[in-house]
């Protein structure tokens, strides 16, 4: 297990990073709607990215075919844009990442696609919320399950259950660098958070079990009984004066 503490001017590159993959996400929010295909969405994600300099981080990872990640009501993580349209009172996480100036930025949210459900509006306060706990809870000194700890407890009191399989990671120069963090598990274990670390905290939040399948793409990650998901994500460095969310706009 590596740790790689970022010096100031790694965390200001991954800054940089960070704020386009937030304003990435802020124009995808302005075109979630009924009657809009996920293809349309990859599109305009694709755009944003090398419009401002970067590279999308997902495109041709692991053979991963497009820019960006729309998984809608039961998928959890990982959906491939296609032909499929968004219909009122779907729900859709879409997960960004950019590549700039060969540091990456990484985050996620779930929107809802005109009026939906309570339980929708529900589960998507309480995975944002989770992350914010997360979040929290990432200070120096900690442990890294102290992060963990603080995401389950924050989700399971609301009565969701939290994905197991899929977990947050370490972020820099890569994508997914050697730290796990897992959106479960007692605190006061794995290794004391320092300043320069930088972390992709990302709860995954079900309404109904934990447990997940993957589709015949075999990307597509969704509920096994097909509950709702919702997936929130911010890349953060570790600092003096608690964590800083690098992917903000």
């Known amino acids: 297990m590596t740790i ?4 100031p001017r790694e965390i200001q590159l991954m800054r940089e990073a960070g704020s386009i993959v937030g304003r990435t996400l802020d124009v995808l929010a302005k075109h979630v709607r009924p ?4 293809a349309h969405l990859d599109a305009v994600a694709e755009r944003e990215i090398t419009s401002r300099g970067a590279v999308p981080s997902f495109k041709g990872y692991r053979g991963y075919p ?3 990640c729309t998984s809608i009501n039961d ?3 990982h959906g491939i844009p296609g032909k499929r349209v968004l219909r009122e009172g779907d729900i859709v996480s879409l997960d960004v990442g950019a590549i700039y100036k060969g540091y990456h930025g990484d985050a996620a949210v779930t929107l809802p696609v005109g009026a939906v459900s309570r339980q929708a509006k529900d589960l998507m306060e309480a995975t944002q919320g989770a992350l914010f706990a997360g979040i929290d809870a990432a200070k120096v000194g900690a442990r890294l399950s102290d992060i963990s700890h603080a995401i389950q407890v924050y989700a399971e009191s609301r009565g969701y259950s939290v994905v197991r399989e899929y977990v947050g990671h370490s972020i820099g120069r890569e994508m997914h660098e050697d730290l796990q963090i897992p959106n479960f598990g007692p605190p006061g274990r794995g290794p004391v958070l320092r300043s320069g670390m930088t972390l992709a905290l990302e709860p995954m939040v079900n309404v109904g079990t934990w447990k997940t ?6 990307w597509t990650v969704r509920t096994e ?10 890349t953060i460095a570790i600092t003096d004066l608690g964590a800083e969310i690098l992917t903000l706009p």
């Open 4 to 7: 790689i503490i970022k010096s």
């Open 35 to 38: 009657g809009v295909t996920t």
């Open 66 to 68: 497009a820019s960006l």
């Open 75 to 77: 998928e959890v993580v």
């Open 213 to 218: 399948k993957v589709d015949a793409d075999q």
């Open 225 to 234: 009984d097909g509950s709702l998901s919702a997936h929130f994500e911010h």
